[in-house]
């Protein structure tokens, strides 16, 4: 098959993106298919020209991939790098390229790539992507609407509240929550701006820093914890890994610095444990409607309480990222499970 990768985009998780198209890319050469590694913001080329046989040079016009930043990436210097200066977020020649393919590998994380948005667009367009539909994205991606929908489907998760900035309370006593607590983004991922609070000094201090990247934010009860993630393809759970960071939480700099995190796969759980999380998992995929793949974080508390933080649609794939390393637990090699989602994702479209 003819496959573009699409990553990069204007997210926080840009350089993630990026590593995680990469390695799609490599796996699906391997797999035979010819593979373009493309940048929806800066598009390829700044001239419109003819893209016929563009496949036949697939490995010449992909993305040229470093690595991930210990910080997240500065968007607005990004923005200043595009040579059309246009606004619009699909490049020069991504819709048409993306038209050309078999089918878009979806390797976008936050922003624009897991909230609907372009998948939305490729409905229009009738371009074919790997993953989740647009509503079903967009719901998992706002941490508000979907933890309401774990709570009426009976799915455990911290007690919370979410706060716009225009009504922001800079009072912790009027919130009537109580510390330690967490404050996050509404909608972010890869835990960028989001911090264990302890004081009513942090508080202030965490508001400002999620604010920084949103305009909606979530504040809720902190679980101290052991830290899970279940792997979910085609509503089935995968094995069950624990993280366990050797400093602080599972933060951007743990998540993607190598040797920062003890990850354990399958993780060391009691069976009825075991089997109480992946259900949960699943009924996240059910209610949620994810119909390709996903992946859920859980936390488990002392008393063997688990609660669901947040679903992603798009789960990383970096040579560190949690999922693949679950699928290979299950028998499945990284090509075979680039090739299992395009499969899976293909259905849709029969």
């Known amino acids: 098959?003819?496959?573009?990768?699409?990553?990069?985009?204007?997210?926080?998780?840009?350089?993630?993106?990026?590593?995680?198209?990469?390695?799609?890319?490599?796996?699906?050469?391997?797999?035979?298919?010819?593979?373009?590694?493309?940048?929806?913001?800066?598009?390829?080329?700044?001239?419109?020209?003819?893209?016929?046989?563009?496949?036949?040079?697939?490995?010449?016009?992909?993305?040229?991939?470093?690595?991930?930043?210990?910080?997240?990436?500065?968007?607005?210097?990004?923005?200043?790098?595009?040579?059309?200066?246009?606004?619009?977020?699909?490049?020069?020649?991504?819709?048409?390229?993306?038209?050309?393919?078999?089918?878009?590998?979806?390797?976008?994380?936050?922003?624009?790539?897991?909230?609907?948005?372009?998948?939305?667009?490729?409905?229009?367009?009738?371009?074919?992507?790997?993953?989740?539909?647009?509503?079903?994205?967009?719901?998992?991606?706002?941490?508000?609407?979907?933890?309401?929908?774990?709570?009426?489907?009976?799915?455990?998760?911290?007690?919370g509240i979410s706060m716009k900035r225009d009504n922001c309370q800079w009072e912790f006593g009027k919130t009537r929550l109580k510390l330690p607590c967490v404050v996050k983004p509404c909608c972010g991922g890869s835990s960028i701006g989001v911090s264990i609070v302890r004081t009513e000094e942090?508080?202030?201090?965490?508001?400002?820093?999620?604010?920084?990247?949103?305009?909606?934010?979530?504040?809720?009860?902190?679980?101290?914890?052991?830290?899970?993630?279940?792997?979910?393809?085609?509503?089935?759970?995968?094995?069950?890994?624990?993280?366990?960071?050797?400093?602080?939480f599972y933060d951007y700099k743990n998540k993607y610095a190598a040797g920062s995190a003890i990850e354990t796969c399958p993780a060391d759980l009691s069976e009825d444990i075991t089997k109480k999380m992946q259900y949960y998992a699943e009924e996240v995929a059910k209610v949620l409607g994810l119909n390709t793949y996903a992946r859920m974080d859980f936390l488990l508390d002392e008393e063997r309480n688990m609660y669901c933080l947040e679903a992603n649609t798009l789960p990383g794939m970096t040579p560190i990222s949690l999922l693949p390393q679950e699928a290979q637990a299950a028998g499945m090699s990284f090509e075979q499970l680039c090739e299992k989602i395009i499969q899976i994702s293909k259905k849709k479209y029969r």
């Open 1 to 159: 098959m003819n496959i573009v990768v699409l990553a990069g985009g204007l997210s926080a998780e840009r350089d993630v993106s990026f590593v995680t198209g990469n390695n799609v890319t490599n796996a699906l050469r391997k797999n035979g298919h010819k593979v373009i590694l493309l940048d929806v913001f800066m598009g390829y080329s700044d001239k419109e020209e003819d893209l016929t046989d563009i496949f036949e040079r697939a490995q010449e016009i992909s993305v040229k991939v470093t690595g991930i930043s210990s910080e997240a990436p500065d968007l607005e210097a990004v923005k200043r790098k595009r040579k059309d200066q246009s606004a619009c977020l699909f490049g020069p020649n991504v819709i048409p390229m993306c038209r050309m393919a078999d089918i878009v590998f979806m390797a976008l994380h936050g922003e624009n790539g897991e909230d609907g948005r372009i998948q939305a667009a490729f409905d229009l367009y009738g371009i074919q992507y790997t993953g989740t539909g647009y509503l079903n994205s967009a719901l998992a991606m706002d941490k508000e609407l979907s933890k309401r929908l774990f709570l009426a489907n009976h799915i455990p998760t911290p007690k």
């Open 202 to 248: 942090q508080y202030r201090k965490a508001l400002k820093e999620a604010f920084y990247w949103e305009e909606k934010i979530i504040i809720e009860d902190y679980i101290k914890g052991r830290e899970f993630s279940v792997g979910v393809i085609d509503f089935k759970a995968l094995p069950i890994i624990e993280i366990a960071p050797l400093e602080g």
